[in-house]
């Protein structure tokens, strides 16, 4: 009796270090199957990379409170969320990045800048640091706060409204993504 009680705890033990240390693994970058972000438990929904040129130029991570293949339902819910950018391509500059994210805001919102402008431009001053291989770039969306920026671990800014988090998750998982392949791996697909 003793034997088969010590062999289910350590079985459990296993199981529960094993969930703990869950990882995937996309272009060389390990991410986590969970992380807890301004004090929110967000599952690994799907992660992706990407390509210009058969070039990898990022990899990008979408995280959950529960998984969610719908880009619309996650693009509109008011839930905490976070895309990760992990950059893999010393191709990837501060200006690249800053016209990049310009055209994925105007793609995201059909043209349609004028009521968030101001925060767009806000925003995209974070790129003017310079961006260098092995940089981690956290956007963590929290109801009634926005959406907090992070580089490298560093809070850098926040910017308010769940209009803003709709149109800066529409570049990645919206009706004109910055790469359809990334979209639907980053929704699970």
């Given amino acids: ?8 705890l350590l079985s459990m033990l ?17 991410l986590a199957n969970s992380v807890t972000k301004e004090g929110k438990s967000l599952q690994l929904n799907g992660a992706g990379v990407r390509t ?15 998984k969610n293949s719908s880009s619309s339902q996650v693009i509109n ?30 793609n995201s919102t059909n ?10 431009d806000r925003f995209i001053k974070i790129f003017e640091r310079p961006i260098n291989v092995g ?9 009634g706060t926005g959406t907090k920026v992070y580089g ?16 800066l998750w529409g570049i990645w998982i919206g009706d004109k993504p910055a790469q359809d392949s990334l979209k639907n791996e980053m929704l699970g697909k």
Avoid at 52 to 66: A, E, H, M
Avoid at 152 to 167: H, M, R, S, V, W
């Fill in 1 to 8: 009796m003793r034997v088969s009680f010590r062999l289910i």
């Fill in 14 to 30: 296993m199981g529960l270090s094993l969930s703990v240390f869950a990882q995937k693994t996309v272009s060389g970058v390990k």
């Fill in 52 to 66: 210009k040129f058969f070039i990898d130029l990022y990899v990008g991570s979408l995280y959950l409170s529960k």
């Fill in 77 to 106: 819910a008011d839930e905490h969320s976070m895309v990760r950018l992990d950059i893999v391509s010393s191709l990837i500059t501060k200006e690249k990045m800053r016209d990049a994210v310009k055209d994925g805001f105007k």
């Fill in 111 to 120: 043209g349609n800048t004028k009521a968030l402008q101001a925060r767009i």
């Fill in 135 to 143: 940089d981690v770039l956290e956007l963590v969306y929290v109801p």
């Fill in 152 to 167: 490298n671990g560093e809070l850098l800014d926040t910017i308010q409204g769940l209009d803003f988090k709709q149109a």
